[in-house]
């Protein structure tokens, strides 16, 4: 298995309030990715990484920012959380950006009240 | 808007069957890739066809690709209870940049013992 870990696996917080949800890989991979995944909506990506400090917007991207200091670390931040925020995050990686295999992390599942 | 559209949204077979499940996507692509999801689990990449192939197998898995009908659909043969999961096509963009793909709602396969 890919050495992805996300953190944390599940968070409850309160509408207005900030969060960061942190994705860690051991496998030195160039690209990063935070997708959501809704009911009905399948997954839909937030924003990617293709290097350190290169990051780019997704389809869903407003409402977060993310930040890629070093290789193996991918944060996502939700600045003022709001209850459409709720859902399951996936962190992913990749080696290539032609090959495209994504290699993802076990979610986390985020509730704003 | 999302790229692939999977149908069946939801297939419920008996064991030793096989399950087929398709996808269409609206854009050219560079290639196309299934991932399997088990319930409160990331997806793990199943297969990859690229644009320039029409068939792949890999194990009990066989997938088509028609570029002309900008559809694939993936066949599961001789079900068992363990490939009870949910299906997701994702599609690279040929102008992909990042290497990001883009996600199907997916199908939810019930294969029942």
């Known amino acids: 298995d890919a050495g992805i870990t996300q953190s944390p696996r599940h968070k409850v917080t309160e509408t207005g309030t900030p969060v960061t949800l942190r994705c860690h890989q051991t496998?030195?991979?160039?690209?990063m990715y935070w997708y959501r995944q809704d009911p009905g909506h399948g997954l839909r990506l937030i924003h990617y990484s293709y290097g350190v400090k290169d990051t780019d917007k997704g389809e869903v991207s407003d409402g977060y920012s993310v930040s890629r200091s070093k290789t193996e670390d991918f944060l996502l931040t939700l600045e003022s959380a709001t209850s459409s925020q709720t859902s399951v995050y996936f962190c992913?990686?990749?080696?290539?950006?032609?090959?495209?295999?994504?290699?993802f992390g076990e979610g986390s599942r985020l509730t704003v009240l | 808007s999302q790229q692939g559209e999977e149908d069946p949204q939801a297939l419920s077979i008996q064991e030793g069957e096989n399950a087929t499940m398709n996808c269409s996507y609206k854009?050219?692509?560079?290639?196309l890739q299934w991932y399997r999801q088990n319930s409160g689990r990331g997806l793990v990449h199943l297969i990859l066809i690229r644009s320039n192939e029409r068939e792949k197998h890999s194990g009990r898995l066989r997938v088509t690709l028609d570029t002309s009908k900008k559809s694939s659909s993936l066949l599961i043969t001789a079900s068992r209870a363990a490939d009870t999961a949910s299906y997701f096509c994702?599609?690279?963009?040929?102008?992909?940049?990042?290497?990001?793909?883009?996600f199907g709602q997916g199908t939810e396969l019930s294969v029942k013992p």
């Open positions: 994702a599609t690279s963009p040929q102008d992909n940049q990042g290497g990001k793909l883009i």
């Open positions: 992913a990686i990749s080696a290539s950006r032609n090959t495209g295999e994504l290699f």
């Open positions: 854009t050219s692509i560079n290639n």
């Open positions: 496998e030195n991979h160039r690209y």
